[in-house]
C-alpha cells in the first residue's frame, strides 16, 4: 500500500508502457468509421474470446457476447466506437483470421491506458 499522497505508477509510466504494448501487436489490420473511411492501419493484436454458441439471457433479455478482442496501441487521437469496422488483413499466428471483418461492439476502458481493447463480432455481411 503506498503512503498517503504517493502515486503507485510515476506519472510518466504510460506514455513508457505504450512503447512495450505496441511491440505486441503480430497482426496487421485496418480499422474503417462508420462512413466506412480508413481510420486506423497499423499493428494489432487479435484473439477469439467465444464462439458466440451461447449468449446469455438476463431479465428475458438475450445480451450481446462479443467473439473477438482486438487490441490497438492507444494512439492519439484514434477514437473507435461501436458500429466500427475492423479488418485482419495479415496475422502471421492464424491464417484463417486474414479477410475477416469485425464489427466494433465497444471498447474497454481504464485508468492506465497502453493500448484499446475492442469487443468485436465478426461482421456478417462483407461491406468494403
Keep these: ?20 504494448a505496441d511491440r505486441q501487436g503480430t497482426a ?3 480499422i474503417y468509421d ?8 497499423g499493428p494489432l493484436r487479435v484473439q477469439q474470446a467465444g464462439d458466440g454458441s451461447l449468449l446469455p439471457i438476463v431479465a428475458d433479455q438475450h445480451l450481446t457476447a462479443a467473439n473477438f478482442a482486438v487490441v490497438v496501441p492507444a494512439a492519439d487521437g484514434l477514437t473507435v466506437t461501436a458500429g466500427h469496422l475492423v479488418e485482419i488483413v495479415d496475422c502471421p499466428g492464424d491464417s484463417e483470421l486474414v479477410g475477416k471483418q469485425l464489427v466494433v461492439l465497444g471498447t474497454m476502458h481504464g485508468s492506465i491506458r ?10 456478417d455481411q462483407p461491406a468494403l
Excluded at 462508420?34 to 492501419?41: E, G, P, V
Design 34 to 41: 462508420t462512413a466506412f473511411r480508413l481510420i486506423y492501419d
Design 28 to 30: 496487421h489490420g485496418r
Design 1 to 20: 500500500m503506498p503512503l498517503p499522497g504517493t502515486r503507485l505508477f510515476h506519472r510518466g509510466f504510460e506514455p513508457w508502457g505504450r512503447k512495450v
Design 114 to 123: 497502453f493500448q484499446q481493447t475492442l469487443a468485436c463480432n465478426l461482421h
